[in-house]
């Protein structure tokens, strides 16, 4: 392994929110302050301003905004029918949600386990976990790459199912030419803060190309009014707040440049990486960029050899990580009930004991890259 120079301390956090909003506070100001003036808070004329940007951003028809990604993906599991007794597949490698919108709706989720390199869902391994009672499948754009969508689309087709993409970590992504959003039948983004478009708060929007999902979604976020107090089925509120909606526009004019910022971080690091010794000594290992289509580097995820150690090392260096995820979906206490054993699904739980996202947000410098990279050297040259 190479010398490890010693470097000056510095503080690099996971995601630099204050970094991003300083640039841009002016014009968020002014656009706060336009709604303040114009008090219309509720599906106000910057929401569909949104919803039209988002969805041709993404290569869609339609786009409806609701009040998070959670939201979003409830939304259109209840608009494709789904209901108790149905199976949803879904990746057993994600943020809650993702299995949690199925749970709500009483509906059973079936996890396949996910492809090591990219942590998306394997399409050989979800071929086996469809029945007469699947009434959608769910794949997970993780991190920002999309999951192999043209065989999970076959398959599903074959069968006859929906497929709703759970975009969330992925908006600006894509596969074979086309982006998340327009790959499936409806998709789910967030802007929570942390996502590569966040707002000030909570909000979601769903994508569809399909004119009747797209008035069902539309009525669905309102209760279930077809018109006002006139309703068709039950909904539920869940819509994005005019607030939200001017923010997001303001800062979706920079979201491009914001990916390629992310993306050369991540080239940035494997390059970095591949410099250190780190990955022929296989104390790391980077995660696959399938070279299929974009990434759009939510998080950079690393596999490392003693993962805690080297996340508590790191903090002590000033160095912000996170363990995205711990515990895999099908071993959460919650969906006990479904009677998966730990074993069942090998790769996520390998992934879950092995995984650290380290700090790709856009303004990180070289620098501070290095400096990651650097310590992460250190920790394992001090054993
Ligand atoms: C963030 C996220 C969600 C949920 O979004 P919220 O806006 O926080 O409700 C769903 N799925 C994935 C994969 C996510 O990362």
Redesign the pocket.
């Known amino acids: 392994m190479k010398e490890i120079r010693e470097k000056t301390e510095m503080r690099v956090p996971l995601l630099d929110l204050k970094a991003q909003h300083n640039a841009i506070a002016e014009e968020l100001g002014a656009a706060v302050s336009a709604v303040m003036s114009g008090q219309h808070f509720i599906l106000g004329p910057e929401v569909r301003q949104l919803e039209e940007a988002i969805a041709s951003y993404c290569g869609a028809d339609y786009g409806i905004g609701c009040a998070?990604?959670?939201?979003a993906?409830l939304l259109a599991m209840m608009a494709v029918g789904v209901e108790a007794g149905d199976e949803v597949v879904t990746s057993p490698f994600?943020?809650f949600?993702?299995a949690g919108c199925i749970a709500r709706l009483g509906a059973k989720a079936v996890f396949v386990d996910i492809e090591p390199g990219t942590f998306n869902i394997d399409p050989a391994a979800l071929q086996q976990s469809i029945n007469h009672k699947t009434k959608a499948i769910l794949p997970?754009h993780?991190f920002g790459q999309c999951a192999e969508m043209e065989a999970i689309g076959d398959i599903a087709s074959s069968h006859g199912i929906p497929v709703i993409e759970?975009a969330?970590?992925s908006i600006g992504s894509d596969i074979g030419g086309r982006r998340a959003g327009s790959l499936g039948l409806i998709a789910?983004f967030?802007?929570?803060p942390t996502?590569n478009l966040g707002g000030a708060g909570?909000?979601?929007l769903m994508t569809t190309s399909d004119a009747e999902m797209a008035g069902r979604l539309r009525n669905m976020r309102v209760h279930g009014a077809r018109k006002k107090y006139f309703h068709e089925t039950v909904g539920i509120n869940s819509r994005l707040d005019t607030l939200q909606a001017a923010i997001l526009l303001v800062k979706f004019r920079y979201l491009e440049a914001w990916t390629n910022a992310r993306r050369s971080n991540a080239e940035r690091y494997r390059k970095l990486f591949g410099e250190s010794g780190l990955i022929d000594s296989g104390h790391v290992r980077l995660p696959r960029d399938a070279g299929s289509g974009r990434h759009v580097y939510n998080q950079f995820v690393i596999r490392a050899e003693r993962r805690d150690g080297l996340q508590q090392h790191l903090k002590e260096h000033g160095v912000g990580t996170e363990v995205y995820y711990p515990l895999p979906l099908h071993l959460q206490d919650c969906f006990r009930y479904l009677g998966y054993k730990r074993g069942q699904l090998p790769v996520a739980e390998a992934a879950s004991e092995e995984v650290l996202a380290i700090p790709v947000y856009p303004e990180l410098s070289s620098e501070a890259a290095e400096y990651v990279v650097d310590k992460i050297g250190s920790f394992y040259s001090m054993q």
Do not use: M, P
Not at 68 to 71: H, M, N
């Open positions: 998070s990604g959670s939201d993906l994600s943020f949600a993702t997970v993780l759970d969330a970590q789910a967030s802007f929570y996502k909570d909000g979601g």
